[in-house]
T-cell receptor
Framework: QKEVEQNSGPLSVPEGAIASLNCTYSDRGSQSFFWYRQYSGKSPELIMS????GDKEDGRFTAQLNKASQYVSLLIRDSQPSDSATYLC????????????FGSGTRLQVQP | KAGVTQTPRYLIKTRGQQVTLSCSPISGHRSVSWYQQTPGQGLQFLFEYFSETQRNKGNFPGRFSGRQFSNSRSEMNVSTLELGDSALYLC????????????FGPGTRLTVL
């Protein structure tokens, strides 16, 4: 079992729709959770971080965390073609340390 | 604030050689982590430095090493290069707070021939 699992996609959604990206993790002791966006040929860009159960909203993005189910999700509202990228879920198992474990990423395609 | 910078951006080496990559973190950030990204293995953690000390290490052979200087700049070294070391090497910068947000540099693309 992989430590952080994501559906590789591609996830295809029409412009203006809600894109829902999911991630599960295996270590119950995981402390912090992140979503990165990576365009082809570029480095990952941090778009959301979440540390406690519930929802966290930032603009068109909402991260959801359910530690009991070991599940993290990212919702992108009003999806735009510029949102087309690979979305990486990352988990930090250690408080105070910066050793992220990444999922393999979900490729999102937003169709104009 | 300027972002994370990495040099060089591209490198071509041959098997058996060694290579040194450099990373300058965001001003004020004292934690620097290194990651390797390949199509087959994805993004994998190499090591983290904080205040010139290696604080955490991933599951990589001893050919991969690093260090951090007093100004928080960091270098990583790979000795006796193998074809499988071809990858994008990413440096991530973080401040000393407990929330662990890491910001990546543009990466160094290493090709081993």
């Amino acid at each position: 079992q992989k430590e952080v699992e994501q559906n590789s996609g591609p996830l295809s959604v029409p412009e203006g729709a809600i894109a829902s990206l999911n991630c599960t993790y295996s270590d119950r002791g995981s402390q912090s959770f992140f979503w990165y966006r990576q365009y082809s040929g570029k480095s990952p860009e941090l778009i959301m971080s979440i540390y406690s159960n519930g929802d966290k909203e930032d603009g068109r993005f909402t991260a959801q965390l359910n530690k009991a189910s070991q599940y993290v999700s990212l919702l992108i509202r009003d999806s735009q073609p510029s949102d087309s990228a690979t979305y990486l879920c990352a988990v930090n198992r250690y408080t105070g340390r910066r050793a992220l474990t990444f999922g393999s990423g979900t490729r999102l395609q937003v169709q104009p | 604030k300027a972002g994370v910078t990495q040099t060089p951006r591209y490198l071509i080496k041959t098997r058996g050689q060694q290579v040194t990559l450099s990373c300058s973190p965001i001003s004020g950030h004292r934690s620097v982590s290194w990651y390797q990204q390949t199509p087959g293995q994805g993004l994998q953690f190499l090591f983290e430095y904080f205040s010139e000390t290696q604080r955490n290490k991933g599951n990589f052979p001893g050919r991969f090493s690093g260090r951090q200087f007093s100004n928080s700049r960091s270098e990583m070294n790979v000795s006796t290069l193998e074809l499988g070391d071809s990858a994008l090497y990413l440096c991530a910068s973080s401040d000393a707070g407990s929330y662990n947000e890491q910001f990546f540099g543009p990466g160094t693309r290493l090709t081993v021939l």
